[in-house]
T-cell receptor
Framework: DAGVIQSPRHEVTEMGQEVTLRCKPI?????LFWYRQTMMRGLELLIY????????DSGMPEDRFSAKMPNASFSTLKIQPSEPRDSAVYFC??????????FGPGTRLTVL | AQSVTQPDIHITVSEGASLELRCNYS??????LFWYVQSPGQGLQLLLK??????LVQGIKGFEAEFKRSQSSFNLRKPSVHWSDAAEYFC????????????FGPGTRLSVLP
């Protein structure tokens, strides 16, 4: 199994640009999570899906952030417009039922 | 609501010394408990997990953790630390309920002196 796949691994963009982060969960997993990690705030849950349905998006910082999961094998996290304070490492994780979460390698986002 | 505390933000130990990282949780029922490790620039990797049964669980890389219900704790231990163990360690609590979220602790950063 390839594990959770995230792309791109690194993204550098300018303030105001749209950023799209992508995630492919492990096949057969039915929950998917998006996290943001910064030195100041640690690991923060942004949103999670069960069976492609968003369950809790209370961690999404503001309307500039949106996430979709059009099918069981793909999810996106979009930031529009991006701001320098969005610079962070964004992790995607997936799990099956009550089992542990498996994390992807992360996307390091830098907004100039 | 579930919550996890890791009282130690940063711990420094000498190579070869024993290690214990503390984790306390708050949860209304029997929790699922996890320890993850994150090396610099890497994602999170599962070290071990507790679902039920024996309260002392063994994990990878020589780590173990003990679930103590009376203390709401799930401390991580290793008898002899290696320099490669320097990393960030996260405790997490989950739920038996399908689809329920994890809650991660704030993490403990481990430094290892040669």
């Amino acid at each position: 199994d390839a594990g959770v796949i995230q792309s791109p691994r690194h993204e550098v963009t300018e303030m105001g640009q749209e950023v799209t982060l992508r995630c492919k969960p492990i096949s057969g997993h039915n929950s998917l999570f998006w996290y943001r990690q910064t030195m100041m705030r640690g690991l923060e849950l942004l949103i999670y899906f069960n069976n492609n349905v968003p369950i809790d998006d209370s961690g999404m910082p503001e309307d500039r952030f949106s996430a979709k999961m059009p099918n069981a094998s793909f999810s996106t996290l979009k930031i529009q417009p991006s701001e320098p304070r969005d610079s962070a490492v964004y992790f995607c994780a997936s799990k099956q039922g009550g089992n542990e979460q498996f994390f992807g390698p992360g996307t390091r986002l830098t907004v100039l | 609501a579930q919550s996890v505390t890791q009282p130690d933000i940063h711990i420094t130990v000498s190579e070869g010394a024993s290690l214990e990282l503390r984790c306390n949780y708050s949860y209304g029922a029997t929790p699922y408990l996890f320890w993850y490790v994150q090396s610099p620039g890497q994602g999170l990797q599962l070290l071990l997990k507790y679902f039920s049964g024996d309260t002392l669980v063994q994990g990878i890389k020589g780590f173990e953790a003990e679930f103590k219900r009376s203390q709401s704790s799930f401390n991580l231990r290793k008898p002899s630390v290696h320099w490669s163990d320097a990393a960030e360690y996260f405790c997490a609590v989950g739920s038996h309920n399908y689809g329920q979220n994890f809650v991660f602790g704030p993490g403990t950063r481990l430094s290892v002196l040669p």
